[in-house]
Each structure stands twice: as structure tokens, then as C-alpha cells.
């Protein structure tokens, strides 16, 4: 490969976990109902994306693997959320650099599905093959020729957490879809796709954690806070159980997790971390979208103005429970 596809690959694929972010992104975009994530040791010897969207067409399938290859619409809007949605046409061409792909994949009209291999960015043939609608990707042996990179990867437990953290993201910011996770040949999660923030929520975070949830439902002119805070009973004690959501993305936000935190301590509810799923939608212009795509952080316009959304919003969901 390029070099310039390498230094590019470093800057979207750290870890499986953003691999897996990435495949999971575009199975989305393909329309899927239903995606499934599978990984062995830790995601760094095999993960495998499958989708039931739209597929490839065949003729396109070498194309989608090159660098700045996209299908998606360049509107004006699109490159205004090209830094909260992800790089565009990087992410295919990136994995493919660091790893050995293989892509198997139909479209709804097409007699029979196409499949290509990718190793080390070196492109096979794409040939036919007998598959379902949709898009299964295949990631073996991620960084196996980048060895400076490899170094700087976790035990499989770590890696592995971290791809399911990814999978949890997705499956909370799109209940409509299914999706599945399996770790070592054992599925760890299943949401149903039916569109319900609250049966996502249920999936994911089990259901000691679920029966205590309790709704929040904040709509004001500047930015809405929906979603579900746990009661404390209920409660694990830590903060990876507090999922946060700008405009469907999810972030790391010490900002509402503080406000969150303080609403507890507001009703006395102190002690452990309480859970949480909250989505804030905002105004576009309210939020830096110059932050770096791979990461998940996020810059408010006004802190105190989100600050004060989520912990009012949190306040009237643990008030409505006590009276
Ligand atoms: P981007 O998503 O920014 O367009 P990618 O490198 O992630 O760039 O993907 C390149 C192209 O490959 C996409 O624009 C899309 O046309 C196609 N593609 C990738 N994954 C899938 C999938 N799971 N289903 C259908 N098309 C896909
Ligand atoms: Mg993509």
C-alpha cells in the first residue's frame, strides 16, 4: 500500500474497536434491519461485520476499497457533519492497508453476489459467489504489517470490551436495528430492532439495571434530553453505564455525566454511579464539529446551557418517581 494510505489507516483504525465502528457505521447506512458483530480474540484475529442492507453492486465493489471512494451524497450539509459523522470514503481503504479483508456481498437486483479479498491493500479478483441481500466484511489479522502498531494493543479482554462498548453505541443510538454481538463464538447481545429506545435500553444494560429505569423527557427551543436514568437501587457502581448521545452520536461528555451526577445529589441519591442512556439533540451550529471524527468527544457552544438542560431534565425524571 501507499504510504499515504497507511498514515491515513492509523488515523481511523487504532484498534478493532474503530474498525468495528466504521463497518458497523456503513452496514447503517446500507439500510440494514439487522447487524451482526462477531470477533475472535479480542476482534485482532477475525471480526466480521454482517449486514442485511443494500449490498454492493459487484462492478463497484473494487472502487468502495479505494481512498476518498464514496458513495454518499457531498451535499453542503453532509461536509458540514463530514466532523461529527466520521471520515468519508477513508474507512475501507484504511482497514484493508492493516489487515487481510475479505468482503462478500449482493444487491436486491442482482442474480448472484461478488466477492474480493484485500490483503495488505493488495486487491484480489472480485469474483461471484452465492450470498443473501446485503454486506458481510471480513477483518483478519489486523496491524499484521504494522507491527509498531500491533505493539500498542490490549490483552483480547480489553480489545474485546471495547468492541462490544462500540456495538452498545450503535445498538443505543439505532434501536430500529437488530443487532447481535458475539464474542468467541458466544452471543453476548441482542437487541430486537423494533425501533424502541426503551427495548434497546432493556437489552443492553440487562435487566437488574433496566426494571429501575425511569423516562426523561425534556423538549426545550434550543436542544431536547430524552432517554432513561436508572434509580440508584438499581444502580452498579460505575460510569460505564452511562451512555451519552449528541444529535445520535455517541460521545464522552464529563459535562453531562457531571450534570447527571448532580441531579442524584440533588434528591440525595448519593453513593454509587446511577446509569443512563440520554440522547441531548441540538442545534447543528451549538456543537464543534471540528472535533476529530475517530474520537468521541464533543464541544458544547454553551456548557452551562447543556449543563443546566440535562441536570433539569434528570431532576423532573427522579422528582416524577417520588411523587
Ligand atoms: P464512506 O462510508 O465514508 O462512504 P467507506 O470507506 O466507509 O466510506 O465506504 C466506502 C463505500 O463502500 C461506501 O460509500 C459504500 O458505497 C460502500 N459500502 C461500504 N460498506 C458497505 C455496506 N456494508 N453495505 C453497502 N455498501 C457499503
Ligand atoms: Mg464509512
Redesign the pocket.
Known sequence: PHVADLIAAGEVVERPASAAK?LI???V??GASAVTVEIAHGGMTFLRVT?D????PADQLKT?FLRH????LHSARDLEAIGTL????????AICAVSRMEVL?CTADAPLGASLTVEGGVFGQVEEAGCPQG?T?VVRDLFYNTPARQKFLKKDAAEGAAVFAVVQKAALSHPEVSFHFIRDGKQELMTPGDGQLKSAVYAVLGRELALGLRPVQSAGEEMTVTGFVSMPACCRASRSWQFFFVNGRPVKSPLMTAAVEQAYQNQKMVGKFPGCVLHLDIRRSAVDVNVHPAKSEVKFGSERQVFSAVYHAVLSALEADRS
Open positions: 466504521e457505521e456503513n452496514a447506512d446500507a449486514d442492507g443494500g449490498g454492493i468502495a471512494a464514496t458513495s454518499k466520521g471520515f468519508r470514503g477513508e474507512a475501507l481503504a456481498t454486506t466484511m
